[in-house]
């Protein structure tokens, strides 16, 4: 019975598109390819978890999260489109938002519907970094609170605000998409020095961090990892066999 229902929720998870590539998908997860599947998610499960394993991925985050730091602000340079949200929840203009290269302006400005990808140059307004106060996300953002009440979940999932200038001015934003949405308010928390924490985030350090791992385990494949490492011998009681180099050959 276990197997059996093995069969069907591993199906299921692969999505089959019609009931005979499902009948298809469960004829092939016979009950020897299930214990095949068990036993490799079993070494995979107890190599990631051995704590050697577990020490590098440690020692491998730092620059990790730094390769994603850059990428942010990559991204920040490269520039998005925002929409403008009117009271009346009408999306009636375009404006255009990007970090310089130096990392030190913030420049946005209008644009119109065609515009792809407009130079920096063009854009009319700009917001020093160093002035930046806060980064404000959902309900928080002013924006979202001068229309409470009004705005449904999926675009408080995509607001995010900064404020500046002693926090009496701020630049409303809201993301074309949940992705948009991560890569900016990462990328704008590592210009006020602080922790990413999106999902995307997350997720792709652990993408990173698998990746890494499995390249760095190659030459033990099949090799049990120990718990522990090994204990270090006793020195030997005597150094006789040692050459001194010292001495001038007759």
């Not at 700009?126 to 106060?133: G, S, W, Y």
Request: net charge negative; glycine share 2%.
């Amino acid at each position: 019975m276990q197997v059996v229902r093995e069969q069907i929720t591993r199906t299921l998870s692969s999505k089959p598109t019609s009931l005979e590539l499902f009948k298809n998908k469960v004829n092939a997860l016979n009950y020897s390819e299930i214990l095949k599947l068990r036993q490799t998610e079993r070494l995979h499960q107890e190599e990631t978890l051995a704590p050697p394993v577990l020490e590098l991925k440690e020692r491998l985050k730092p620059e990790l999260l730094e390769l994603i730091r850059q990428q942010r602000l990559n991204r920040l340079c490269q520039g998005t489109m925002f929409r403008k949200i009117s009271s009346r929840r009408r999306q009636d203009k375009l404006w255009y938002c990007r970090l310089s290269p130096n990392h030190k302006m913030l420049h946005y400005g209008d644009v119109e519907e065609d515009t792809d990808n407009p130079p920096i140059e063009t854009l009319q307004e700009k917001i020093p970094v160093a002035d930046i106060k806060a980064l404000l996300t959902g309900k928080d953002c002013p924006h979202m609170k001068e229309n409470k009440g009004k705005q449904n979940k999926e675009v408080l999932d995509l607001a995010f605000s900064i404020t500046y200038d002693v926090e009496e001015y701020s630049l409303n934003f809201i993301a074309p998409s949940r992705t948009d949405f991560c890569l900016w308010t990462d990328g704008l928390s590592v210009l006020l020095g602080r922790d990413m924490s999106s999902e995307t985030m997350r997720s792709e350090l652990e993408i990173l961090l698998s990746m890494e791992i499995k390249l760095r385990l190659l030459d033990l494949e099949n090799v049990p990892i120990p718990d522990s490492a090994p204990s270090v011998p006793k020195p030997p009681s005597n150094y006789n066999f040692c050459y001194d180099f010292s001495q001038t050959e007759q």
